[in-house]
């Protein structure tokens, strides 16, 4: 199946650093998903975006919704301990189905 | 108010054999999705539901199959496991054509 191509792969930073993550498709979607998972945890949905453009905020994490509806990225500002995980982006596209990068993992230094 | 709620959590199964996974919806969530999960991979979407109708399907073969129920719970059947079969299913739930809450998944194993 298909699987968006997220960037980058791993990431080690010190607590207190800013944090930045992208993904991309050859696709259009009409829904981008940001999400984290822990081990042996389902994922947890962080910040959704429906419109092209849009820029949602939760908390220290800030999500767009890319002008071309092909790509998205999420930050973390002032990382903390507990922001380790794997975090992946989720795109629905017009047929309505999803589909997951490949992951970002983050470890971080206290 | 409950999660989304997977059964079993954990199965092992022996190659050839069948095996049903269950999951019940967040209350008032009529669209359940299926997907599967391999150790260090995203998830890979299998299939979605809404008021008892497939909406979605992924690629996978026909011995994945899945249905909805009146109280919109839904089952997740494999046929004649393989060991590639292996992997942690979740199962997604939202009000309308989606499925954004996450349950903990069932990790099956295939031996």
């Known amino acids: 199946g298909q699987q968006l191509n997220q960037s980058p792969q791993s990431m080690f930073i010190q607590e207190g650093e800013d944090v930045s993550m992208n993904c991309t498709s050859s696709s259009i979607f009409n829904t981008w998903l940001w999400y984290k998972q822990d081990p042996g945890e389902g994922p947890v949905l962080l910040i959704a975006l429906y419109k092209a453009g849009e820029l949602t905020s939760n908390g220290r994490l800030t999500a767009q919704f890319g002008i071309t509806r092909k790509d998205s990225f999420l930050n973390i500002s002032a990382s903390i301990p507990s922001d380790v995980g794997i975090y992946f982006c989720a795109g629905q596209d017009t047929g309505n189905q999803f589909y997951f990068g490949t992951g970002t993992s983050l470890t971080v230094i206290p | 108010d409950a999660g989304v709620t997977q059964s079993p959590t954990h199965l092992i199964k022996t190659r050839g054999q069948h095996v049903t996974l269950r999951c019940s919806p967040i209350?008032?969530?009529?669209?359940v999705s299926w997907y599967q999960q391999v150790l260090g991979q995203g998830p890979q979407f299998i299939f979605q539901?809404?008021?008892?109708?497939?909406?979605g399907r992924g690629n996978f073969p026909d011995r994945f199959s899945a249905r909805q129920f009146p109280n919109y719970s839904s089952e997740l059947n494999v046929n004649a496991l393989l060991l590639g079969d292996s992997a942690l299913y979740l199962c997604?739930?939202?009000?309308?054509?989606?499925?954004?809450?996450f349950g903990s998944g069932t990790r099956l194993t295939v031996v």
């Open positions: 539901y809404y008021e008892k109708e497939e909406r």
């Open positions: 997604a739930s939202s009000w309308s054509i989606g499925g954004y809450t």
């Open positions: 209350s008032g969530h009529k669209s």
